[in-house]
């Protein structure tokens, strides 16, 4: 009975390491925008996810952001990669990311600074910008 246990904690332990996809997008944010207590200006970046690390470069490769992010899922798949935003205001927050045609996305938690926005400002619909498959 123990074995049994044993190989199907296992199979299980495969099955969630096989699922743990490594994500890389680019996308052209025309906002400044906060990632984690990190905000970053306007302009391209590489969003990779790897090993537990959700990791935003600019364009130039410098990293603005190393943000540990929880694993998502929405039965109906993105037909194309994206970076949701919540919009408070004037001011942009990273919340999810999703590459295309996949029921697995990343969400990332809310900050300190994008919860005091929320109690000051009325929160506006969310804001999607279209990334690229790397």
């Known amino acids: 009975m123990k074995q049994w246990m044993l190989i199907g904690l296992l ?6 390491t096989a699922q743990e996809r490594e994500l890389h997008l680019k996308a052209d944010i025309p906002f400044e925008f906060q990632a984690g207590p990190t905000t970053s200006p306007a302009g391209t970046y590489d969003v990779k996810y790897r090993q537990g690390w959700l990791v935003l470069q ?31 205001g004037d001011r942009y927050f990273l919340r ?4 295309s045609d996949s029921p697995e ?30």
Do not use: C, M
């Open 11 to 16: 199979a299980t332990a495969a099955t969630l």
């Open 58 to 88: 600019d364009a130039k490769g410098g990293v603005h952001s190393y943000l540990i992010s929880d694993a998502i899922a929405n039965e109906q798949r993105p037909r194309s990669a994206t970076l949701v935003f919540a919009h408070y």
């Open 96 to 99: 999810e990311v999703w590459p």
């Open 105 to 134: 996305g990343r969400q990332l938690p809310a900050t300190k600074a994008e919860i005091a926005a929320a109690r000051t400002v009325r929160p506006e619909a969310s804001t999607t910008i279209v990334a690229r498959n790397r």
